[in-house]
């Protein structure tokens, strides 16, 4: 969860002037544990950085910098503490994200990004979106738990519905192992 700038060459792509601090050796880090999650099918929730690493991980790309993005309306890297809420995401009724955090609507998380998805990896589909339109949720349909949230649920985790995402792993883990 959370973490410097994934190097956009590990999706082929050029460094934009906006791009923070990257770690190359994380990134390949990070990069190939998805991957092996992935391969074999391990439960994996990604947070923040996460779910960028998810993505590109499964051959997507990122946004490098909303605020260039026509359309984006806010600022998505708040300045207030993490346990404060500052903005909605709408989230898909039919999804395991749906599943967890009891139904489908809007519902408020924090923000402390200013790149997401853009081109989805493979095997992947977007499950919310904020009320700017910014990818703020990926899952993986045909896997019984791949999720990748942008905002940082651990530390909204006194809300019933964030709690509900490691409740969610935890099972999911425990389902893995038992199998």
């Known amino acids: 969860s ?12 050029r460094e934009h002037p906006e791009q923070g601090p990257i770690e190359p050796d994380i990134d390949r ?24 690493a998810l993505n590109v991980a499964r ?24 346990d404060r809420p500052t903005h909605g995401v709408e989230v898909s ?11 489908g609507g809007v519902f408020e998380v924090n923000s402390f990004h200013h790149q997401a998805a853009a081109r989805l990896g493979d095997g992947l589909r977007v499950v919310a979106r904020s009320t ?17 949230v942008q905002w940082h649920a651990e530390c909204l985790a006194e809300r019933e519905e964030q709690a509900a995402l490691f409740e969610g792993l935890v099972s999911a883990a425990a ?4 199998a």
């Open 2 to 13: 959370g973490g410097p700038d994934l190097d956009p060459k590990s999706y082929g792509e």
């Open 29 to 52: 880090f990070e990069l190939e544990l998805a991957r092996l999650a992935w391969r074999e099918g391990l439960p994996l929730l990604a947070i923040c950085r996460g779910a960028q």
């Open 59 to 82: 051959g997507g790309t990122l946004v490098q910098h909303l605020p260039d993005e026509p359309g984006v309306t806010f600022d998505h890297r708040q300045e207030v503490p993490g």
């Open 93 to 103: 009724e039919a999804s395991l994200l749906a599943e967890l955090m009891g139904g």
């Open 132 to 148: 700017d339109g910014v990818v703020e949720a990926i899952e993986a349909p045909a896997r019984p738990f791949v999720l990748g």
């Open 175 to 178: 389902e893995y192992t038992a």
